[in-house]
């Protein structure tokens, strides 16, 4: 399993993107906002939490089709099927591939995002907090719609289609924790929730992602 996330880390880091693309986008969203609602200052702290968390999991979603497409092109895929390491285990590596060289990234960078939209000092912590509990599942639920529609023709759109309405749960109580920290509340019972679908997300997603690959195999 390490020399498979080692392998999957160096592919990325060659193709270029890997590690920079979503980072750039979170930029760009983040950049952007200011120009459509304006610079007032308490108008963005009031949207930063939703934006800052809109922006995370559209960056996720840029690279998932990366996830197992190039196996699938060059053959891997199929001798991962047949490897010993079980294609639960493949997933669940693949899935820690993407969050290492996409999630992790966003994680680190949110607090300088954060001030570029005002987002106030306390909540700069639960920020990174439900951003570090939350983006695994966004990169797990995304290695479920990539196995579904690897080696379908455009299947980056019907991937997106299939993993946003997922992706709505984390949305939520991501935001909410950041929102109340901002307010000055307790973030800890969205925090609480975040953590409970990443868990179950941990646990259910490698069997149905397998499943869907070695359908999509057959």
Known sequence: MLALLIRDL???????????L?????????????????PEGGTLARIAPGILWVGALLACLL???????LDWEDGSLDLLA???????????????????TTGLPLVVAAPVFGILLHLPSEAQLWLVAALLLGTPALSML????AALTVGLRRGGLLMSLLVLPLYVPTLIFGAEA???????????????????????????????AAGALRVNLR
């Open 63 to 69: 690279s998932l089709d990366r996830i197992f497409a």
């Open 10 to 20: 160096r592919l990325a880091t060659r193709a270029g993107g890997g590690f920079g």
């Open 142 to 145: 995304g290695a479920f719609g």
């Open 22 to 38: 979503g980072l750039a986008f979170f930029l760009i969203v983040c950049t952007l906002v200011p120009f459509g609602v304006g």
């Open 178 to 208: 950041v929102r109340r920290g901002a307010a000055g509340g307790d973030g800890t019972t969205p925090l609480v929730l975040l953590a409970g679908i990443t868990l179950l997300v941990l646990a259910a997603i490698p069997f149905a």
């Open 82 to 100: 047949t490897a010993p390491l079980p294609m639960e285990g493949a997933v669940l590596v693949k899935a820690a591939a993407h969050w290492i």
